[in-house]
Each structure stands twice: as structure tokens, then as C-alpha cells.
């Protein structure tokens, strides 16, 4: 599919979208896969629900979100001097500097301060604290898969419709308490804000956005069969628009080389260790991760995409894995090689961003049993959904083998709806795609 094909698509997708608000009795829900332009759909909105004058209100789930979006609202209706944007914030915010910079943007601690902004937007947690008369007439909820339903729950009464844009691959939301005590109830506070919603209102229609943006030819058929079996996307772009290459060869090849040069050709490469039972730490498996990001440094990587040829720096390379241990012992790797402006995080924290290449730790690497934290599908699809060029997947060997030998068989509970994709399903998908790119390092 050509770029300007997915653009005609995307855009007869919001139409779609538009359309559907327009009769909606409560609100619209939009799927979007990785990188299919959650932002600009919301942005798009505002502007189109602002022009038909009406005060939007904007919901997101972190203060980094809700700073992108008012940012992005602030350069789209930047054309109208009277159209103003309210940053609603605790009263220890700092505006940063990229908000700073929009003359029409305005923060504040109150709504009361913002009576004149056209668009308000802030987190949940903060719109939660409003009181108010009279409901907005519209809210746009973002990244609403990771919303939990209470949040919704405590924001409801501020506005009479909603546009809930979300990724329905991704995590859910996080709870740190015990939830047995609510499973089976519709109003189950831990499940998502739009699981609970639809379970409310069967008549809130669903629609989905059909492409990404960020995922190359090589990742979006591989991601969309093993995280979205029922919402299947394609790449917006070609393998022709996408190329990885490197200004230094190598000579007398490692398997760090082999791996990059395999990512570089095929999008994907599974940097494969000796089989072996570790700790969450294992030695070898963080120093690939970190001499992988050196490597491709050093070796002066290039991404040529349809934004033009562009180096591969430290900060366009993200290392993630599932817990915060690993995360500490892969930084003080990465800081040993030199390299400390490579990004490391967990799969929670590098959920919503996007880089050209992203090197992953296999949550099940090295593992005795595979539990089902780490057999989350959301885990593992936020994992190798981040890059624009190439993932490379840093495991033991046996991984096919420990999910063999623990099936899924997570407990049935009635009234609690099975949820797809399954786990298990998805870590196999992906393994037996990564076999065909496998490097094995001794």
C-alpha cells in the first residue's frame, strides 16, 4: 500500500468517526493499533467540535500525555488569535518549555482560570477534582484501554458525550490490590474505562483506525496477527519507504553484528543466548542488550524512511523489558559502554512512545515457569510495537519449549469476559515469526 493510499484511508476513517459523533447518543469508541495516529485524531476532533462551537474537554492519563496533547492542540488552532487552550494542572506544575513557547496556551489550577479556553485538558486524576454546574458538552478521553472504569466512574458527571480513543493491544490498567473481591461485576473497577462502559451502553458505536504510521511493512502483518486477531491493521508505508543501514561495515562479524545486519535487512532479529534457567538479571542477557545499542551506535546506523535519511542516535534507541531490575542493570551496563542516552525502561513507561530501533528483553528469557505476568499479551505487544525500523529480541534458548510445557490455563469466572488475545497465543506467534531471524550467540 502506497503512503498516500493510507492516507486516503485514514482520513475517510475519521470522516467515518466524525460522522458517527455527529449521532451518537453518548459517544464514539476508536480502536487505533501502534502508531496509527491516536494524537492527530484527537487533535483533528477538537478542531472540528471547537468550529462547531463547543467547549471540548480533554482527558489523559498522564501529565507527559496531557502536555503532547495541549502542545498539539496549541499549534492546530494557533490559525484563530481568539482560540485559546487550557492546561489544567496541580498547583506544582512547571509549564515546560515546549508549552511556554504557545502564546495561546494557558495554565492554571482551576477551571474557573480557564473560562475563556475553547479546549481544557488535564489528567484524570486532576479532572476528578472538578465541581462544576453545568457539563461540557463534549469530553475526548485519550489512551482511554488504560484508563481504569473508577476514574471514569468519578469524571462521568462532567460531560454529556465522549470520544474514546485507545489501543486495545496494549496494557491494562494497573492495580496494586487484590481484585478477586469484583470479578464477575459489570462496574469491576480495575477493568478498563471502555470495557466498563460497553458493558453499560451496548449502543456506543465502535469504530477503528485502519493503519500505522509508526510499525514498518516488516512489523505491522506480524503485530497485527499475534496482539489483534479481531482488529487487523496494515502499514501505512512500504518496505521500499523504510531502509536501516549503517555507515561502517563490519569486519570478522560477531553475533552482535550478525544480529544488527539481520534487523537492518529483515525489520526483525532474534538475538538468541544458550539455553539456561537465570535470575531476572542474567549477566549475559544484559550485556547483549546494552553491546547491541553500543554496536549499532558505533557503527553509525542511518534510518531512511519517508521523513528523509536520518542518523540513529542515542535517544532513538530504546531498550525495554518487564521489570525495573532488569531496567537498573541494563543502565549501569549502558553507562559502562558509554552509551547512557539510550533509552531503557519497562514496558509500562515506554508504552506511548516511539523509536527507530528497540532492542527487547523476552520476558520469559532464561525462565523456569511462565507465570501470567510475564505471558501478558499487552506486556509483550507493547515490547515490539515501539520501532519504526527494526526490533531485535534479545532470549535464551527454550522459550517455544517452557510455553509447551505451561499452557495457558488461566481460571474461568462467569460474567468476565475472555479476553483476546490470549497470552499464550500471542508469545507463540510472535517466537515462531522471530525463529526465521534467529542469530545464535554462544
Keep these: 500500500m502506497s503512503i498516500q493510499e493510507a492516507a486516503r484511508r485514514a482520513q475517510q476513517a475519521t470522516q467515518e468517526i466524525i460522522t458517527a459523533m455527529a449521532t451518537a447518543p453518548r459517544g464514539v469508541v476508536v480502536d487505533s493499533p501502534p502508531g496509527a495516529g491516536k494524537s492527530t485524531l484527537v487533535v483533528r476532533v477538537a478542531g472540528e467540535l471547537v468550529g462547531q462551537g463547543h467547549r471540548v474537554m480533554v482527558i489523559a492519563q498522564t501529565n507527559e500525555q496531557v502536555d503532547d496533547l495541549a502542545g498539539a492542540l496549541a499549534r492546530s488552532l494557533a490559525h484563530d488569535s481568539e482560540l485559546r487552550v487550557g492546561r489544567l494542572a496541580a498547583g506544582t506544575y512547571a509549564t515546560p518549555?515546549?508549552?511556554?513557547?504557545?502564546?495561546?496556551?494557558?495554565?492554571?489550577?482551576?477551571?474557573?482560570?480557564?473560562?475563556g479556553c475553547q479546549v481544557v485538558a488535564s489528567t484524570a486524576a486532576k479532572w476528578?477534582?472538578?465541581?462544576?454546574?453545568?457539563p461540557w458538552p463534549w469530553a475526548i478521553v485519550d489512551e482511554a484501554y488504560q484508563m481504569r472504569s473508577d476514574l471514569l466512574l468519578r469524571v462521568a458527571g462532567l460531560f454529556e458525550k465522549a470520544l474514546f480513543v485507545g489501543d486495545p493491544g496494549q496494557l491494562d490498567p494497573f492495580s496494586t490490590v487484590e481484585s478477586d473481591?469484583?470479578?464477575?461485576?459489570?462496574?469491576?473497577?480495575?477493568?478498563?474505562?471502555?470495557?466498563?462502559?460497553?458493558?453499560?451502553?451496548?449502543?456506543?458505536?465502535?469504530?477503528?483506525?485502519?493503519?500505522s504510521w509508526r510499525l514498518p511493512a516488516s512489523a505491522a502483518p506480524v503485530v497485527s496477527a499475534a496482539f489483534y486477531p479481531f482488529s487487523p491493521f496494515d502499514a501505512a508505508t512500504t518496505d521500499a519507504d523504510r531502509q536501516l543501514g549503517f555507515q561502517t561495515a563490519a569486519f570478522g562479524k560477531t553475533a552482535i553484528d550478525e544480529t544488527l545486519d539481520m534487523a537492518a535487512s529483515s525489520g526483525w532479529a532474534l538475538h538468541e543466548?544458550?539455553?539456561?534457567?537465570?535470575?531476572?538479571?542474567?549477566?549475559?542477557?544484559?550485556?547483549?542488550?546494552?553491546?547491541?545499542?553500543?554496536?549499532?551506535?558505533?557503527?553509525?546506523?542511518?534510518?531512511?524512511?519517508?521523513?528523509?535519511?536520518?542518523?540513529?542516535?542515542?535517544?532513538?534507541?530504546?531498550?525495554?523489558?518487564?521489570?525495573?531490575?532488569?531496567?537498573?542493570?541494563?543502565r549501569a551496563e549502558l553507562a559502562r559502554l558509554g552509551c547512557d542516552d539510550v533509552i531503557?525502561?519497562?514496558?509500562?513507561?515506554?508504552?506511548?512512545?516511539?523509536?527507530?530501533?528497540?532492542?527487547?528483553?523476552?520476558?520469559?528469557?532464561?525462565?523456569?515457569?511462565?507465570?501470567?505476568?510475564?505471558?501478558?499479551?499487552?506486556?509483550?505487544c507493547v515490547?515490539?510495537?515501539?520501532?519504526?525500523?527494526?526490533?531485535?529480541?534479545?532470549?535464551?534458548?527454550?522459550?517455544?519449549?517452557?510455553?509447551?510445557a505451561h499452557p495457558s490455563a488461566e481460571p474461568m469466572h462467569l460474567n468476565v469476559p475472555v479476553?483476546?488475545?490470549?497470552?499464550?497465543?500471542?508469545?507463540?506467534?510472535?517466537?515462531?515469526?522471530l525463529a526465521r531471524h534467529r542469530i545464535q550467540a554462544s
Excluded at 513557547?101 to 473560562?115: P, R, S
Excluded at 514496558?347 to 501470567?372: C, K, M, Y
Excluded at 515490547?383 to 509447551?404: F, M, T, Y
Excluded at 483476546?420 to 517466537?431: K, N, V
Design 97 to 115: 518549555q515546549r508549552l511556554a513557547v504557545h502564546a495561546n496556551l494557558i495554565a492554571a489550577k482551576t477551571t474557573g482560570e480557564l473560562d
Design 128 to 134: 476528578a477534582t472538578v465541581k462544576t454546574d453545568a
Design 181 to 211: 473481591r469484583w470479578l464477575g461485576l459489570s462496574w469491576d473497577p480495575t477493568r478498563s474505562a471502555i470495557a466498563v462502559m460497553l458493558a453499560h451502553n451496548n449502543d456506543v458505536p465502535v469504530r477503528q483506525l485502519p493503519v
Design 273 to 330: 543466548l544458550p539455553a539456561g534457567h537465570k535470575p531476572r538479571t542474567d549477566r549475559e542477557a544484559v550485556a547483549a542488550c546494552a553491546a547491541l545499542a553500543a554496536r549499532l551506535l558505533r557503527r553509525g546506523a542511518v534510518a531512511t524512511s519517508e521523513r528523509g535519511d536520518a542518523p540513529v542516535t542515542a535517544d532513538r534507541i530504546a531498550i525495554g523489558s518487564a521489570h525495573r531490575d532488569q531496567v537498573a542493570a541494563i
Design 344 to 380: 531503557a525502561d519497562t514496558s509500562n513507561r515506554l508504552q506511548g512512545r516511539e523509536f527507530d530501533v528497540t532492542i527487547v528483553l523476552h520476558p520469559l528469557s532464561g525462565r523456569r515457569d511462565a507465570t501470567a505476568f510475564h505471558l501478558e499479551a499487552g506486556r509483550l
Design 383 to 404: 515490547l515490539a510495537s515501539r520501532h519504526r525500523h527494526a526490533c531485535i529480541v534479545v532470549a535464551r534458548r527454550g522459550i517455544p519449549e517452557l510455553l509447551d
Design 419 to 433: 479476553k483476546f488475545p490470549d497470552g499464550w497465543e500471542a508469545h507463540q506467534s510472535l517466537m515462531s515469526h
